[in-house]
């Protein structure tokens, strides 16, 4: 059998998944994460569900390649739904945007409870920090991946309370600052941000200054962390 590898934005998520009886990957397209971590015997079992029948076709040609057919239950089904609560210990919702996956948990609030989330946005990843504290969700960790120049944020969440998302930790993070990509990632959300500012900046619309404003006051405290970080690291 050839060596398995999924790429290295989710092998770091399967990596960040602790040993546990079920594994459920929601979104899983090829279920390679569920793989992972069934092959590294962190797992007992995994559920690999998908909204779409492409999708689960392409985790079952995964589970039957890599002899897990009798260890992966695959399901077809929207979000959280595909489970019953506390069926599984681990939850992986990875490869969407961040809007997404708000509407995933905020569908199946019993996520709060118990089981432990590894969440991956692919875009709008200020969108879910913002919400998660304001919805009875706490970030433990936070942690960068690359892949093919691309930084990716991955979550680890659990139910709990924690502060809420100021325009900074939204955008920068809550617990990125130990992580060697984080000067690398919070110059691309600075720029992200000077693009919005200008086109804020040309707007008419009402409101359009008093946001830009807000924009702005968000880009000095991630500049002024960023400056922090190059001190810290020499550069």
């Given at each position: 059998m050839e060596r398995f590898d999924p790429g290295p934005r989710l092998r770091a998520i399967a990596e960040l998944a602790p040993d546990c009886r079920v594994l459920a990957d929601i979104g899983t397209d090829h279920a390679y994460v569920p793989a992972a971590v069934l092959l590294e015997g962190k797992a007992e079992r995994?559920?690999?569900?998908?909204?779409?029948?492409?999708?689960?076709?392409?985790?079952?040609?995964?589970?039957?390649?890599?002899?897990?057919?009798?260890?992966?239950?695959?399901?077809?089904?929207?979000?959280?739904?595909?489970?019953?609560?506390?069926?599984?210990?681990?939850?992986?919702?990875?490869?969407?945007?961040?809007?997404?996956?708000?509407?995933?948990?905020?569908?199946a609030p019993w996520s709060r409870d118990g089981a432990l989330l590894l969440l991956q946005p692919m875009s709008k990843a200020e969108v879910l920090r913002r919400w998660l504290p304001e919805n009875g969700y706490a970030v433990q960790a936070e942690r960068l991946t690359q892949e093919r120049g691309v930084l990716y944020p991955i979550l680890t969440v659990r139910g709990g309370e924690m502060p809420p998302a100021d325009g900074e930790r939204a955008w920068g993070g809550f617990l990125l600052d130990g992580d060697p990509l984080w000067g690398r990632y919070l110059e691309e959300k600075i720029l992200t941000l000077r693009r919005t500012a200008a086109g804020l900046g040309m707007a008419r619309a009402p409101g359009a200054a008093q946001r830009r404003g807000e924009v702005l006051a968000i880009i000095s405290a991630l500049e002024r962390r960023k400056g922090e970080w190059d001190r810290a690291h020499g550069t």
């Open positions: 995994a559920v690999a569900a998908d909204i779409g029948r492409g999708p689960l076709d392409r985790a079952r040609a995964t589970a039957e390649k890599y002899g897990l057919t009798d260890r992966m239950d695959l399901r077809l089904g929207d979000g959280l739904s595909v489970l019953t609560p506390g069926e599984a210990d681990v939850i992986v919702i990875a490869g969407m945007g961040g809007d997404s996956i708000t509407e995933i948990l905020a569908a």
